[in-house]
């Protein structure tokens, strides 16, 4: 299974970003997919994350009201809309796929992972 992540670049505080993550080797609806972020000299950290069946998502309180994490199963690849961009958005977003149907929130809870795309905001 491999999971590539892009979309990212530069862009000026309170512009948008829409992150992409193909999925291949395995069906996205098999996938309950995530995204996080590693900030430089930080720890990697939760973003968002969706179930299998798309019915659910979860954000971590930074994010709410601003990134929205979806699917299309058809193209086998998952997204995050990121609006109203801070720079403290500013890291390395990764996305992640688990094989349980429920939301996960963990990165060790994740059996498959992207290469990252770096983000930078501008302030």
């Known amino acids: 299974v491999q999971l590539q992540a892009s979309g990212g670049g530069l862009v000026q505080a309170g512009g948008s970003l829409r992150l992409s993550c193909a999925v291949s080797?395995?069906?996205?609806?098999?996938?309950?997919m995530g995204w996080f972020r590693q900030a430089p000299g930080k720890e990697r950290e939760f973003v968002a994350a969706v179930n299998r069946s798309g019915g659910s998502a979860y954000y971590v309180e930074s994010v709410k009201g601003r990134f929205a994490i979806s699917r299309d199963n058809a193209k086998n690849t998952a997204y995050l809309q990121m609006n109203s961009l801070k720079s403290e958005d500013t890291a390395v977003y990764y996305c992640a796929g688990r094989s349980r149907f429920e939301v996960g929130t963990r990165r060790r809870e994740y059996d498959y992972w992207g290469q990252g795309t770096l983000v930078t905001v501008s302030s």
């Open positions: 080797g395995r069906t996205l609806s098999s996938l309950g």
